[in-house]
C-alpha cells in the first residue's frame, strides 16, 4: 500500500537547473519538514526507496538538490538520472546516465548479468539482454557500490526518464531494503509510471502556504507594487517557480492591470511567462535555444554547431550570453543546461512547425555519427512521406531490438510505418494495412511464437524474437510482452503479443501485431487483438 507522506507540506523555491552538473543550492522556503525527513533517511543504515510527487514547479528539483549536498557532506556515494523528454525513445539511456560513474563495477557480476547490462548499453555484442537480468545486474553494481560508502540515488524528471529504464528503476527500488543504499525518484504529479505499481511511499509536495510565498515573493521582487504583490500570490497559487518567474514578466503598465495575459492553468501560465523572456533575444541566441530544446542531449559544442547550421555562420558560446543572463540556461562544464523543464517546453512550442523542423534537420546534420540519435532528429524533421527515413527506423528498430529495448524498436517501425511512400507508390513495395479482431488472449504461453499463432498472430518466416518487457515497467510483476520482426523489413514489422508470468487478473491490454501481408496497396499489416 503507498503512504502519502507530508501532504499538507508548503513548498520551496524554484527548479535548480541540473542534478548533474552540481548547482549551488539555493535556499529552501517552508521545506524545513521535507527536508527533516529526507535528511533522517539519509542517516539510517538501512536502505529502502521514496517517490516525491507534486506538480511542475513545486521544488522537487530543489528538494533534492539540497538532500543530494547533505549526503556528500556525510561522504555518500550520489548516482543521479534526469529525464529529458526528448530522450525517452533512447532505450536504457537514463539507466546509463545513472550507472556511468560506477560502471566498472559490471565486472565483479555473473556472467549472465554482464552480459545483458551490457548489452542494454550497446557495449557487448550476444542474445537479447532480458530486462530481468538487467535488473538484477543493477541491483548488483548499487550493492557493489555500497560496499565502500552509504549511495544515495537519484532520477529526477522520473516521468521522461525512458520506459526500459524506469522499468528497472522500479525493480531495483522494491529491493534496496537490504542495501546501505537510498532511492529518491521525482515525477510530476498525474503522469503514469512502473513506479506506480511498486507500492512504495511517496512524499506529495503541495504549494507554499500564503506566509512562505510571501516570504519567497519578498526575496525575489522587494520592491513589487502592493496590487501586483497581491495578484501575484493569488495567481502562483502557491507555486515556487511562479512566485520567482512571474515577477520578470509582470507588464510595465498600471499596478491595478495585473498580470499581462489572461488566467491561464498553472503550466500553461508558466510556459507562457517563459517563452516571453525569450521572445526579445538575439536571433542567434534563439536558434541556440531553439536547437537545445528539440536536442535530446546537453553538449554546448553540438548544440552551437546545429545552431550554425541554421544561422549559416559560425555561432560561437558567445551568442548565449543574453540567455545566461535572462536566466533562461545555464553553461557549465561544456553542458547547456535548461534552468527548469519548462524553460524548454516553452521555447519548442513557441516555435513556429517549419522552424523546429529547421532545428531537427540541422541536428541530425551535426549527429551523422550517431546513427540512433540522428534518425529521430531525421523523421522529426521530415514533412511527408520518405522511404529513406523510413529505412533508417527499420534499422534503428533492429539495433534497438539487439539491445532489449523492444519499446523502442515499435516506436521506430511505426514510424517508419507513417514514413512510407505515398499511396501512389505502394503498390511497388507490395504492402497493406489491414485491422482485425483475433481471439482473446489466454494467461499461460501466448507470449511464445507457437502460442501466438494458435491464439491468431501470423508470425512472419524468418522473424526473430527481440525482448521482452512488462507493460507496467516491473520485470517481475505485471503482464510481459514479446516482440518480434522480420530482419531488415518493417514490412514484416512486428508483433506484440502480452503474456503472464503470474496471472490472476482478467483483463489484458491490447496487443498490436505487424505482420507481412503481400497486396496491392498500403505500407503495414496491422493486427489487433484485445482480451
Known amino acids: ?219 525575489r521582487a522587494p520592491g513589487l507594487e502592493p496590487v501586483l504583490r497581491e495578484r501575484l500570490i493569488e495567481e502562483a497559487a502557491g507555486n515556487p517557480l511562479a512566485l520567482v518567474e512571474l515577477p520578470d514578466v509582470l507588464c510595465t503598465g498600471r499596478a491595478g492591470e495585473g498580470l499581462p495575459w489572461p488566467r491561464l492553468p498553472l503550466t500553461a501560465r508558466l510556459e507562457r511567462a517563459f517563452a516571453a523572456q525569450g521572445s526579445g533575444l538575439p536571433a542567434a541566441a534563439r536558434s541556440v535555444l531553439l536547437v537545445a530544446a528539440a536536442d535530446e542531449g546537453d553538449v554546448l559544442q553540438e548544440i552551437l554547431d546545429a545552431a550554425s547550421v541554421i544561422e549559416g555562420t559560425r555561432v560561437t558560446a558567445d551568442a548565449m550570453a543574453p540567455a545566461v543572463a535572462a536566466r533562461l540556461v545555464t553553461v557549465s562544464h561544456s553542458r547547456l543546461v535548461f534552468r527548469h523543464p519548462l524553460v524548454r517546453s516553452a521555447t519548442y512550442q513557441a516555435a513556429s512547425p517549419s ?16 546513427p540512433d540519435r540522428r534518425v529521430w532528429h531525421r523523421a522529426a524533421a521530415t514533412l511527408g512521406p ?47 494495412r489491414r485491422v482485425r479482431r483475433t481471439r482473446p488472449w489466454s494467461p499461460g504461453r501466448a507470449g511464445t511464437p507457437g502460442a501466438a499463432r494458435r491464439r491468431g498472430v501470423k508470425q512472419a518466416p524468418g522473424s526473430r524474437c527481440l525482448g521482452s518487457a512488462d507493460a507496467a515497467g516491473a520485470p517481475d510483476r505485471a503482464p510481459g510482452r514479446r516482440w518480434s520482426v522480420e530482419p531488415g523489413n518493417r514490412s514484416a514489422a512486428l508483433h506484440l503479443a502480452p503474456h503472464r508470468r503470474r496471472a490472476p487478473a482478467p483483463d489484458l491490454p491490447e496487443a498490436r501485431s505487424y505482420l507481412p501481408q503481400p497486396a496491392p496497396r498500403g505500407d503495414l499489416a496491422v493486427t489487433c487483438a484485445s482480451a
Open 386 to 432: 520518405d522511404e529513406q527515413v523510413a529505412a533508417e527506423l527499420d534499422e534503428a528498430a533492429a539495433r534497438a531490438g539487439r539491445r532489449g529495448a523492444a519499446r523502442v524498436a515499435i516506436d521506430a517501425l511505426t514510424g517508419a510505418a507513417e514514413l512510407s511512400m505515398s499511396p501512389a507508390s505502394r503498390p511497388a513495395a507490395g504492402r497493406t
Open 1 to 219: 500500500m503507498t503512504a502519502a507522506i507530508g501532504d499538507s507540506s508548503p513548498g520551496v523555491r524554484g527548479k535548480t537547473a541540473s542534478l548533474a552538473v552540481g548547482r549551488p543550492v539555493n535556499r529552501l522556503y517552508g521545506r524545513d519538514h521535507e527536508l527533516g525527513l529526507l535528511t533522517d533517511l539519509l542517516s539510517r543504515d538501512a536502505g529502502g526507496a521514496l517517490i516525491i510527487r507534486g506538480e511542475p514547479g513545486i521544488g522537487k528539483s530543489a528538494l533534492l538538490a539540497a538532500v543530494i549536498a547533505r549526503a556528500r557532506e556525510q561522504g555518500a556515494l550520489v548516482l543521479t538520472a534526469v529525464g529529458v523528454q526528448s530522450e525517452a525513445r533512447l532505450g536504457f539511456a537514463g539507466l546509463h546516465q545513472l550507472l556511468r560513474p560506477v560502471l566498472h563495477l559490471a565486472e565483479r557480476l555473473p556472467a549472465p548479468q554482464r552480459a545483458a547490462l551490457l548489452g542494454a548499453f550497446g557495449m557487448s555484442e550476444g542474445a537479447v539482454p532480458e530486462i530481468f537480468l538487467i535488473g538484477l545486474a543493477t541491483l548488483g553494481v548499487i550493492g557493489d557500490a555500497a560496499d565502500t560508502s552509504p549511495v544515495l540515488v537519484v532520477a529526477d524528471d522520473a516521468q521522461w526518464l525512458d520506459e526500459p529504464s524506469r522499468a528497472v528503476l522500479a525493480f531495483v527500488a522494491r529491493r534496496l531494503a537490504a542495501e546501505p543504499a537510498l532511492m529518491l525518484v521525482a515525477a510530476r504529479e498525474g503522469l503514469a509510471s512502473p513506479f506506480d505499481e511498486a507500492a512504495l511511499p511517496e512524499l506529495r509536495m503541495s504549494g507554499l502556504t500564503e506566509a512562505a510565498a510571501r516570504d519567497l515573493l519578498a526575496s
Open 355 to 370: 522552424h523546429r523542423r529547421a532545428a531537427h534537420a540541422a541536428l541530425a546534420e551535426v549527429l551523422a555519427d550517431q
